[in-house]
């Protein structure tokens, strides 16, 4: 029989992978959207048919977080196996200005569905992946971290997630339910929200390219991160859950990589190399060479700079991951490095814009305006 899993934050980068990755695996997939005044599914258009026209394994669902009866309603509807909670205000700088809601949502959220799946009397059939982060660790107390590293968390998301963290081990613990923390470090991809720095990057450097935009301005740039892709991510969490006992798992590649680098990375992908003049908000990056032809941009253009708008309260400044216990009980590991993202990001970003400068050429609105 086929299993069914219910994913929260079905719209987003992980739900759409893991919506795909599940489909293939045969699972029948309900996913949670918000309602939005805009329509909010481009991640999942692809899997998404009509079930009242086409046979389909893809249901989605209105919901929220923040709402417990209507979780608690999805989930006697649904009935799953298994469920992924990945729905979160996931951006650590905006949990800055949106503190509260960050605390009710990814907090207490998490509860919201723990206690939906006791107060049904799933606690034996429901299995309930958490979407832990590395953000935990925080001001790192130890290099690299892994599941025994000490957390310090270092915004109201990372402390908002902590409260998820214990409240999944608490009802392991205390109602033996099968309930896992998946402690993932930075993952990426060509569908990786907007304002994240890796997309951020990738988009303006496209931009750049073809002459839509003349700089990118960034924070801090000696951060460094864990960066791995997402499409890894989620098999991991698959993983997570089929293993014979709940247990909390760290997943990450054991790189780390500096902001600036992964900028560098990414201007090579169309031919330019770039040098980093100054120091803290007076940085630059400039053109030092151009090898591209369809693409000139002159040397010592100045297409890298620092905006303290960026900055956040308080940083977390290394994260680096050790995942052994992953490869040693799950068998899992990173097939992506952060190299070949970085590739994969620019081109996707390069052929999108390529298509909406066309399209603005030749006289056409194009999709997006920003
Ligand atoms: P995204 O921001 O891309 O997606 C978040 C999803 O959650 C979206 O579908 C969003 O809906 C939904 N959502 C937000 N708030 C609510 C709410 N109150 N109720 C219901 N749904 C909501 O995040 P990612 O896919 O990158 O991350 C998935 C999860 O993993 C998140 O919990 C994140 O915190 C965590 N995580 C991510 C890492 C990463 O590097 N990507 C690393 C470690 C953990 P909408 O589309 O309408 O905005
Ligand atoms: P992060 O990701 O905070 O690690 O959280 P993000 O890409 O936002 O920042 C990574 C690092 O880059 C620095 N940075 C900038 N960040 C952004 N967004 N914009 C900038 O202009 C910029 N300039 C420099 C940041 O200061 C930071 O050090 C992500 C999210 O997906 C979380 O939900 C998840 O839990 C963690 O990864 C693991």
């Known amino acids: 029989m086929a299993k069914t899993a219910l994913i929260t934050g079905i719209t987003g980068q992980d739900g759409a992978y893991l919506a795909e990755f599940l489909l293939n695996k045969g699972y029948i997939v309900h996913g949670v959207k918000r309602r939005s005044s805009l329509i909010n599914t481009d991640r999942i258009d692809h899997l998404y048919k009509d079930p009242l026209l086409e046979k389909t394994n893809l249901f989605l669902h209105h919901g929220d977080l923040t709402d417990s009866p209507n979780l608690i309603r999805l989930i006697e509807e649904t009935n799953p196996d298994e469920i992924y909670n990945l729905a979160a205000m996931s951006h650590v700088h905006v949990s800055f200005e949106i503190a509260e809601y960050t605390g009710n949502a990814d907090g207490l959220g998490t509860l919201r569905l723990l206690e939906a799946i006791r107060l049904l009397k799933k606690t034996d059939k429901t299995r309930i992946y958490q979407a832990s982060t590395s953000e935990l660790y925080g001001k790192v107390q130890a290099i690299p971290q892994n599941e025994d590293t000490p957390f310090y968390p270092r915004s109201p998301y990372a402390v908002a997630k902590m409260y998820a963290y214990w409240i999944t081990v608490n009802y392991r613990e205390a109602y033996n339910m099968f309930a896992c923390n998946g402690i993932l470090f930075n993952h990426e991809s060509p569908i990786r929200g907007e304002t994240f720095v890796t997309r951020k990057i990738s988009r303006a450097v496209a931009r750049i390219a073809l002459g839509m935009q003349p700089k990118l301005l960034l924070g801090n740039l000696s951060a460094k991160r864990d960066w791995g892709h997402a499409k890894d991510y989620v098999d991991a969490m698959w993983r997570i859950l089929q293993y014979n006992e709940p247990q909390d798992f760290v997943i990450a590649t054991g790189v780390t990589t500096e902001v600036r ?98 399209l603005s050429d030749n006289g056409f609105k194009t999709e997006r305006y920003w």
Request: glycine share 10%; hydrophobic share 45%; aromatic share 12%.
């Open 261 to 358: 680098e992964f900028v560098r990375m990414s201007f090579n992908v169309i031919g330019v190399d770039l040098e980093f003049v100054g120091e803290g908000v007076k940085e630059k990056g400039i053109v030092s060479a151009c090898r591209n032809l369809e693409f000139q941009l002159p040397i010592g253009a100045e297409v890298v700079g620092v905006d303290p708008f960026y900055f956040r309260p308080t940083e977390v400044d290394l994260l680096l991951g050790d995942a052994s216990k992953a490869y040693k009980l799950l068998g899992w590991k990173p097939v992506h490095t952060v190299h070949n993202l970085a590739v994969e990001m620019v081109n996707s970003d390069l052929h999108y814009f390529k298509g909406q400068k066309l």
